[in-house]
């Protein structure tokens, strides 16, 4: 069925359903398939036909998130904890992540059998660097679950398209003490027409949903040993908006001012660069760099979704890249210089930067 007849037939269903069409508050996810037609992103070219999960618990909802025991902010932090057993939430911000009082290599299975016992495909595993991303997959319960759907979706539900798709990375950080940082980040793409003859569809990416990175930690912290009525304590407190990075230039250099000192900016750079879809290969804390491979916008040997995000049609060679967050008191400065750590002002440097800054609002 061409994209258009498909897009069709949902909307149709969705007009036929009324109120009833679509309940957001549900997770279901089955990873995705592309009809005959449909343009593809180069990570969807993954896709498995089996990796279908249903995720345990209660379903999402924003009120559901807001039913846990209020978090207080610590008094030396302005990260707000809640503790429990050997693991604890720690939220900064819009930003929210599990510490675990256990080294990395032991979490290592437990945090890759939670993707995989659900049923996730993981179509990356770096347990060097501590990175782990899921395939991408469709969240079924956005389907409407009408009338027409419950007489022929069990014949039919190919022809049925959220025409949304979801994958998530986790990233488990080492820290001095001992202990293990673990975050985990969403990427979306959307499906939209590509003319205005709605004869063809191509894939764009849409926005990161916060809400549910908060839903997978608190699920994780229930594989982790806590309670499902503990682990709601997650997302208690009230979302925070962070201050915004703003694009600058030091001696010609490009760079991004941040009013956050080092702690916040490091995290909050790890999350952009995860969401962002960047291939991290290292990363050193105690200097502040990430160590990135850029894959350029028209590459043929390794397209990735964060090339579709720049545009262009450059062919050139992936390349190695340091983001390097440089703090002095409660401000930072964010740059990124070549393999060799020296700073440069490319066309390359600077949409990085953008992109960065983007999803930094």
């Given at each position: 069925?061409?994209?258009?007849?498909?897009?069709?037939?949902?909307?149709?269903?969705?007009?036929?359903?009324?109120?009833?069409?679509?309940?957001?508050?549900?997770?279901?996810?089955?990873?995705?398939?592309k009809?005959?037609?449909l343009?593809?992103?180069?990570?969807?070219?993954?896709?498995s036909?089996?990796?279908?999960?249903?995720?345990?618990?209660?379903?999402?909802?924003?009120?559901?998130?807001?039913?846990?025991?209020?978090?207080?902010?610590?008094?030396?932090?302005?990260?707000?904890?809640?503790?429990?057993?050997d693991v604890?939430?720690?939220?900064?911000?819009?930003?929210?992540?599990?510490?675990?009082k256990?080294?990395?290599?032991?979490?290592?299975e437990?945090?890759?059998?939670?993707?995989?016992?659900?049923?996730?495909?993981?179509?990356?595993?770096?347990?060097?660097?501590?990175?782990m991303?899921?395939?991408?997959?469709?969240?079924?319960?956005?389907?409407?679950?009408?009338?027409?759907?419950?007489?022929?979706?069990?014949?039919?539900?190919?022809l049925?398209?959220?025409?949304?798709r979801?994958k998530?990375?986790?990233?488990?950080?080492?820290?001095?003490?001992?202990?293990?940082?673990?975050?985990?980040?969403?990427?979306?793409?959307?499906?939209?027409?590509?003319?205005s003859a709605?004869?063809?569809?191509?894939?764009?990416?849409?926005?990161?949903?916060?809400?549910?990175?908060?839903?997978?930690?608190?699920?994780l912290m229930?594989?982790?040993?806590v309670?499902?009525?503990?682990?709601?304590?997650i997302?208690?407190?009230?979302?925070?908006?962070?201050?915004?990075?703003?694009?600058?230039?030091?001696?010609?250099?490009p760079?991004?001012?941040m009013?956050?000192?080092?702690?916040?900016a490091?995290?909050?750079?790890?999350?952009?660069?995860?969401?962002?879809?960047?291939?991290?290969?290292?990363?050193?804390?105690?200097?502040?760099?990430?160590?990135?491979?850029?894959?350029?916008?028209?590459?043929?040997?390794?397209?990735?979704?964060?090339?579709?995000?720049?545009?262009?049609?450059?062919?050139?060679?992936?390349?190695?890249?340091?983001?390097v967050?440089r703090s002095?008191?409660?401000?930072?400065t964010v740059?990124?210089?070549?393999?060799?750590?020296?700073?440069?002002?490319?066309?390359?440097?600077?949409?990085?930067?953008?992109?960065?800054?983007?999803?930094?609002?």
């Amino acid at each position: 069925m061409n994209p258009t007849a498909r897009l069709g037939l949902f909307g149709l269903t969705l007009a036929l359903s009324a109120c009833s069409v679509l309940d957001g508050d549900k997770i279901d996810y089955k990873s995705a398939t592309k009809g005959a037609t449909l343009e593809v992103p180069p990570d969807l070219q993954q896709l498995s036909r089996d990796s279908r999960y249903t995720l345990p618990g209660s379903v999402v909802s924003a009120n559901a998130l807001q039913a846990g025991q209020a978090v207080q902010p610590s008094a030396t932090s302005t990260a707000a904890t809640a503790t429990m057993g050997d693991v604890r939430i720690e939220r900064d911000g819009n930003q929210r992540w599990l510490v675990v009082k256990r080294p990395a290599d032991k979490l290592w299975e437990p945090v890759r059998d939670f993707w995989t016992e659900n049923g996730f495909t993981l179509a990356q595993e770096q347990s060097d660097v501590g990175i782990m991303e899921t395939d991408w997959a469709e969240n079924r319960a956005k389907l409407p679950q009408d009338i027409i759907r419950a007489t022929i979706g069990k014949v039919f539900d190919a022809l049925y398209s959220t025409g949304e798709r979801d994958k998530f990375r986790t990233r488990l950080e080492r820290m001095p003490n001992g202990d293990t940082e673990i975050y985990i980040s969403h990427r979306g793409m959307i499906e939209v027409y590509s003319s205005s003859a709605k004869d063809s569809t191509i894939w764009q990416p849409r926005a990161a949903d916060p809400e549910l990175e908060t839903e997978f930690l608190r699920r994780l912290m229930v594989k982790l040993g806590v309670s499902q009525q503990q682990s709601k304590a997650i997302a208690a407190a009230p979302v925070q908006t962070p201050p915004s990075a703003q694009l600058s230039s030091v001696n010609g250099v490009p760079v991004l001012q941040m009013h956050e000192g080092f702690d916040r900016a490091w995290r909050r750079i790890g999350l952009a660069l995860d969401r962002t879809g960047f291939t991290v290969e290292d990363r050193d804390r105690s200097q502040g760099v990430y160590f990135v491979r850029y894959v350029a916008p028209g590459t043929d040997k390794e397209e990735s979704f964060f090339s579709k995000l720049l545009g262009g049609k450059a062919a050139t060679p992936p390349l190695k890249y340091r983001v390097v967050v440089r703090s002095a008191g409660e401000a930072s400065t964010v740059s990124v210089l070549n393999a060799a750590g020296a700073p440069e002002t490319s066309a390359n440097v600077q949409s990085i930067l953008r992109v960065l800054a983007d999803d930094l609002k």
